[in-house]
T-cell receptor, first 114, second 111 residues
Framework: KAGVTQTPRYLIKTRGQQVTLSCSPISGHRSVSWYQQTPGQGLQFLFEYFSETQRNKGNFPGRFSGRQFSNSRSEMNVSTLELGDSALYLC?????????????FGSGTRLTVV | AQRVTQPEKLLSVFKGAPVELKCNYSYSGSPELFWYVQYSRQRLQLLLRHISRESIKGFTADLNKGETSFHLKKPFAQEEDSAMYYCALRGLNQAGTALIFGKGTTLSVSS
């Protein structure tokens, strides 16, 4: 079955712009989580959506937002981009309430802010 | 506070040598722990989780609640084990599914 698909793979944006990243989870997975990966901070949790509702949120400013659609696809938006937002953004899907399952990650979107 | 600590940034071993990647956690409830691996130019993938007590690619990890550790072990390292390894924690009493990752350990296996 298809894995977690993230688009686009690479993105270059200018400071002050906004960006939208997309994630299509594995078919049947209802939970989608987003993570930011940087060399300095490692992997940090952004937020998690389940059945179109944000269920959990990490410690990021309000410029970072997301949503989930009825087909479980999710988008993440970053407004007023800063240089420090340059990172690999990873999406992970899981079966949701099944707490014994791990999470399947996508390949990520590499965002560069210049 | 919830925290995962991987004390070694880099671990270099020779092929055939035993490997132990350390992971310590801080969590007040019942933890759910995972090891993820990221091979060069590949996506992050689940290696194993403590709840299933499985052995994947010869790796095992035992949860030690007394020492709050979840070290990853393999008796004989192979060159193809070279990768970045992340230990991750998720609390069982959380409504959400946030994974808290350690900073990762790069394992380098040479012949």
């Amino acid at each position: 079955k298809a894995g977690v698909t993230q688009t686009p793979r690479y993105l270059i944006k200018t400071r002050g712009q906004q960006v939208t990243l997309s994630c299509s989870p594995i078919s049947g997975h209802r939970s989608v989580s987003w993570y930011q990966q940087t060399p300095g901070q490692g992997l940090q949790f952004l937020f998690e959506y389940f059945s179109e509702t944000q269920r959990n949120k990490g410690n990021f400013p309000g410029r970072f937002s997301g949503r989930q659609f009825s087909n479980s696809r999710s988008e993440m938006n970053v407004s007023t981009l800063e240089l420090g937002d340059s990172a690999l953004y990873l999406c992970a899907s899981s079966l949701g309430d099944q707490r014994v399952y791990g999470y399947t990650f996508g390949s990520g979107t590499r965002l560069t802010v210049v | 506070a919830q925290r995962v600590t991987q004390p070694e940034k880099l671990l270099s071993v020779f092929k055939g040598a035993p490997v132990e990647l350390k992971c310590n956690y801080s969590y007040s409830g019942s933890p759910e722990l995972f090891w993820y691996v990221q091979y060069s130019r590949q996506r992050l993938q689940l290696l194993l989780r403590h709840i299933s007590r499985e052995s994947i690619k010869g790796f095992t990890a035992d949860l030690n609640k007394g020492e709050t550790s979840f070290h990853l072990k393999k008796p004989f390292a192979q060159e193809e084990d070279s990768a970045m390894y992340y230990c991750a924690l998720r609390g069982l009493n959380q409504a959400g599914t946030a994974l808290i990752f350690g900073k990762g350990t790069t394992l380098s296996v040479s012949s």
